[in-house]
């Protein structure tokens, strides 16, 4: 089943088999779906907020960035926390997306230790 009504501009396409990731049948619209994933967004920027594990440095890791991201989808999608495993119209290709992350959290940690000394 593909959802009706038109995505957010520059957004990825979803296929049948992305819909079927959908935890929430109802949902059918894409203007739903982007309620859906709104509402779950501010839920997981409330998780990092209170979250003993949101501090520098440690935020700078996949463990992290998966948490993070399975409290601000997890609602919504099935795979909300996983890597990404199919090639898409943003970002790199899926066998990239660990090294690609490593070399920002370093280049991060760079920044860090250059403005704030940690």
């Known amino acids: ?7 957010a501009p520059g ?3 979803l296929s ?4 079927e990731g959908l935890k929430i049948p109802a949902i059918t ?3 739903a779906l982007n309620e ?3 509402a779950n967004i501010i839920g997981g920027q409330e998780w990092a907020l209170r979250s003993r594990r949101a501090h520098l440095p440690g935020m700078l890791s996949d463990e992290f960035l998966q948490q993070l991201h399975q409290h601000m989808y997890g609602d919504v999608w099935r795979w909300a926390g ?9 970002g790199v290709e899926p066998q990239q997306i ?21």
Do not use: S
């Open 98 to 118: 660990r090294t690609e992350l490593r070399r920002i959290y370093d280049d991060a940690q760079g920044w860090l230790a250059a403005t704030w000394k940690i």
């Open 1 to 7: 089943m593909a959802l009706i009504g038109a995505h």
């Open 29 to 31: 619209h894409h203007g």
């Open 11 to 13: 957004a990825t396409p």
């Open 36 to 38: 859906a994933e709104a």
């Open 82 to 90: 996983q890597f990404r495993e199919r090639i898409t119209n943003i």
């Open 16 to 19: 049948e088999e992305d819909v």
